[in-house]
C-alpha cells in the first residue's frame, strides 16, 4: 500500500501535486469531510477518479455518516494514469456548485502499480 492524503479547505477546482506518474490502481480509502448546514450528497470531481458506469461520471458520497452505509463489500477501486497530479473539484449534487457550508476535505488514497 501506498498512502497517498491530498487536503482541502478550497471546494474550488485545484490542481494538486502528488508526484504520482503513469498507470496506477487507485483505491479509496477514506474521505474526511467537514461541513457545517444541511446535509448534501457530494461530489469529488476529477478527471482522474472517474466513475466508469452509470448515470454520474464521479465518485458521490453522503457528507452525513448517519446516511452512509459502511458495508461495501468491494474495493472503491480506479484504473487511473498519472502526470504527477490530481485535479479536484468538490460539488454539491443538488446545485452542481461547490457546496454551501463547506470547511475542509482529507481524502485518503491507496495508490499501486497497474498490473
Request: aromatic fraction near 10%; hydrophobic fraction near 40%; include cysteine.
Amino acid at each position: 500500500m501506498v498512502l497517498c492524503q491530498v487536503y482541502t479547505t478550497d471546494a474550488t477546482s485545484q490542481l494538486y501535486t502528488i508526484n504520482v506518474f503513469g498507470k496506477k490502481k487507485v483505491k479509496i480509502v477514506k474521505i474526511d469531510y467537514i461541513w457545517t448546514g444541511t446535509d448534501k450528497i457530494i461530489v469529488l470531481k476529477s478527471n482522474i477518479l472517474r466513475v466508469p458506469y452509470g448515470n454520474a461520471p464521479y465518485f458521490m458520497f453522503a457528507n452525513n455518516s448517519n446516511h452512509q452505509v459502511g458495508n461495501v463489500h468491494a474495493d472503491l477501486e480506479f484504473d487511473c494514469n498519472f502526470s504527477g497530479n490530481l485535479d479536484l473539484e468538490v460539488i454539491d449534487m443538488a446545485t452542481g456548485t461547490q457546496p454551501a457550508g463547506f470547511v475542509k476535505l482529507c481524502l485518503s488514497l491507496d495508490i499501486t502499480d497497474a498490473e
